[in-house]
T-cell receptor, first 113, second 113 residues
C-alpha cells in the first residue's frame, strides 16, 4: 500500500527533552511538509522540503529542526526551545513541482508533561 | 497574518440540509484551492479542489463555488449525512510554484440525524 506513515501515534515527553517524530512515505514524492495543528488555528507550516538535502522554514519553525537525508523520510525534532510543544503534528507529501495534491499522514499527538 | 480566512468556525445542520462553508483570500497569485475533510484523530484528506478558470466544480454531493473577482470560494454539501460530521479546511496555493499551502482555521460540521 502506498502512503504516508507517522510514528508513533501518541508521544509523551517530559519538559526540556528533545523528541523526534517520524514521517515516511513510499509514494516517491519529492516534496514533504510538517504542519502543526492546534484547536481553532488550522494547520500551520513548520518546515518543508522540495528535494533531498534541502529544506526551508515555514511560518513557525522556531524550536523545531528537520533533516532530509533520504527521499522517503522527513523526521521532525521538537527541541526544548519550543515554548509550547503539545500539539497534533501532521506530515504531508506532494509529488513535486506542478503537481497540486498534497497527501497527509495520520498524525502524531505529542504531549509534553 | 491569515492568508486564508474561513467561516463559520462551527456549523450544525439537520440531516438533508446544505451546509455552506466560506473562505476568502487576498493573494491574487493563488490559483489552486482545495478543501480537506478531517475526522477526529486523523490526518486531513483531500475532498475536492478547484482552479480559478471555472466558477463551480461538483464531485458527488460536494460542490465548490468560486468567485474570482471577490476572491472568495465556498464548499456546499448537498443532502448532508451524519457521516459528513467532520472538520473542513479550505486552503490556497500557487500551482506552478506551490511550495506552500495556506490553510483556513477550519469549520467543525455536525450533521444531526
Amino acid at each position: 500500500d502506498g502512503g504516508i506513515t507517522q510514528s508513533p501515534k501518541y508521544l509523551f515527553r517530559k519538559e526540556g527533552q528533545n523528541v523526534t517524530l517520524s514521517c515516511e512515505q513510499n509514494l516517491n514524492h519529492d516534496a514533504m511538509y510538517w504542519y502543526r495543528q492546534d484547536p481553532g488555528q488550522g494547520l500551520r507550516l513548520i518546515y518543508y522540503s522540495q528535494i533531498v538535502n534541502d529544506f526551508q522554514k515555514g511560518d513557525i519553525a522556531e524550536g523545531y529542526s528537520v533533516s532530509r537525508e533520504k527521499k522517503e523520510s522527513f523526521p521532525l525534532t521538537v527541541t526544548s526551545a519550543q515554548k509550547n510543544p503539545t500539539a497534533f503534528y501532521l506530515c504531508a507529501s506532494r509529488r513535486g513541482q506542478g503537481y497540486n495534491e498534497q497527501f497527509f499522514g495520520p498524525g502524531t499527538r505529542l504531549t509534553v508533561l | 497574518q491569515q492568508q486564508v480566512k474561513q467561516s463559520p468556525q462551527s456549523l450544525i445542520v439537520q440531516k438533508g440540509g446544505i451546509p455552506i462553508i466560506n473562505c476568502a483570500y487576498e493573494n491574487t497569485a493563488f490559483d489552486y484551492f482545495p478543501w480537506y475533510q478531517q475526522f477526529p484523530g486523523k490526518g486531513p484528506a483531500l475532498l475536492i479542489a478547484i482552479r480559478p478558470d471555472v466558477s463551480e466544480k461538483k464531485e458527488g454531493r460536494f460542490t465548490i463555488s468560486f468567485n474570482k473577482s471577490a476572491k472568495q470560494f465556498s464548499l456546499h454539501i448537498m443532502d448532508s449525512q451524519p457521516g459528513d460530521s467532520a472538520t473542513y479546511f479550505c486552503a490556497a496555493s500557487r500551482h506552478r510554484t506551490g511550495n506552500q499551502f495556506y490553510f483556513g482555521t477550519g469549520t467543525s460540521l455536525t450533521v444531526i440525524p
